[in-house]
């Protein structure tokens, strides 16, 4: 029973390492049309793609289709899905299990979306970008609740204390990377950047998510 659960773990672990993006991430936030925040602290600055070509890749990018209300519906959950970086199955399972929780079923799917443990700890300021936090919980720099935790995918909760591991925090990589985005927490968070320790103290608010999201169309898409 062990070796099959740690076997899981293993499967689930490469499957994170491999199922990525790898092409320019700037094409996306082109597609969707409003920054994603995908590359840190370039999205930033005037080098970022929305600021000098806002509007969508590839030969027909400047052409006003309108869309349908499905198409709409679409772009929506496309651009939920690539703020996030689920895979398209990763993101069908959290609405169903949205679905099945108490409460509106969009607001529990950005609740679970905001919980992942790569999102908390680019909004805890210990990454530049979620591309990036997910590497770092890749290669194992963070515990949660003193345990090794190395999943970027894994749902916290509130109450959970995330900390970078001691050996990481003598890196001075990692020491400048948190001294450079030392920033505001939103208000579900509580950080001490100092001790290089997070902690969940609520539930997540969309009022908080840095992208307006109109979660009812995903609802309205996988209700077809």
């Given at each position: 029973?062990?070796?099959?659960?740690?076997?899981?773990?293993?499967?689930?672990?490469?499957?994170?390492?491999?199922?990525?993006?790898?092409?320019?991430?700037?094409?996306?936030?082109?597609?969707?049309?409003?920054?994603?925040?995908?590359?840190?602290?370039?999205?930033?600055?005037?080098?970022?793609?929305?600021?000098?070509?806002?509007?969508?890749?590839?030969?027909?990018?400047?052409?006003?289709?309108?869309?349908?209300?499905?198409?709409?519906?679409?772009?929506?959950?496309?651009?939920?899905?690539?703020?996030?970086?689920?895979?398209?199955?990763?993101?069908?399972?959290?609405?169903?299990?949205a679905?099945?929780?108490?409460?509106?079923?969009?607001?529990?799917?950005?609740?679970?979306?905001?919980?992942?443990f790569?999102?908390?700890?680019?909004?805890?300021?210990?990454?530049?970008?979620?591309?990036?936090a997910?590497?770092?919980?890749?290669?194992?720099?963070?515990?949660?609740?003193?345990?090794?935790?190395?999943?970027?995918?894994?749902?916290?909760?509130?109450?959970?204390?995330?900390?970078?591991?001691?050996?990481?925090?003598?890196?001075?990589?990692?020491?400048?990377?948190?001294?450079?985005?030392?920033?505001?927490?939103?208000?579900?968070?509580?950080?001490?950047?100092?001790?290089?320790?997070?902690?969940?103290?609520?539930?997540?608010?969309?009022?908080?998510?840095?992208?307006?999201?109109?979660?009812?169309?995903?609802?309205?898409?996988?209700?077809?």
């Amino acid at each position: 029973m062990v070796a099959d659960r740690q076997n899981v773990e293993e499967y689930r672990k490469r499957g994170e390492k491999m199922a990525r993006y790898t092409g320019p991430v700037c094409r996306m936030c082109r597609r969707e049309g409003l920054k994603l925040y995908l590359k840190g602290d370039r999205c930033y600055t005037d080098k970022c793609s929305i600021g000098r070509r806002n509007y969508a890749p590839g030969q027909h990018g400047q052409n006003n289709k309108k869309l349908t209300n499905y198409g709409i519906q679409l772009r929506e959950k496309q651009k939920v899905r690539r703020y996030y970086g689920v895979l398209e199955s990763q993101f069908l399972g959290y609405f169903k299990k949205a679905d099945k929780m108490s409460g509106k079923t969009g607001d529990n799917l950005l609740k679970l979306l905001e919980l992942r443990f790569d999102n908390v700890i680019y909004r805890l300021g210990f990454a530049s970008s979620r591309p990036e936090a997910r590497q770092l919980v890749l290669h194992g720099h963070f515990t949660v609740n003193g345990k090794n935790a190395d999943i970027p995918s894994m749902i916290l909760k509130a109450g959970d204390e995330i900390k970078v591991r001691e050996k990481s925090q003598n890196s001075v990589k990692f020491k400048d990377l948190v001294e450079a985005h030392k920033k505001t927490a939103p208000q579900w968070l509580q950080v001490d950047p100092d001790n290089f320790t997070g902690r969940i103290i609520a539930d997540p608010a969309k009022e908080d998510i840095e992208i307006p999201i109109e979660e009812h169309l995903i609802v309205e898409l996988y209700s077809r």
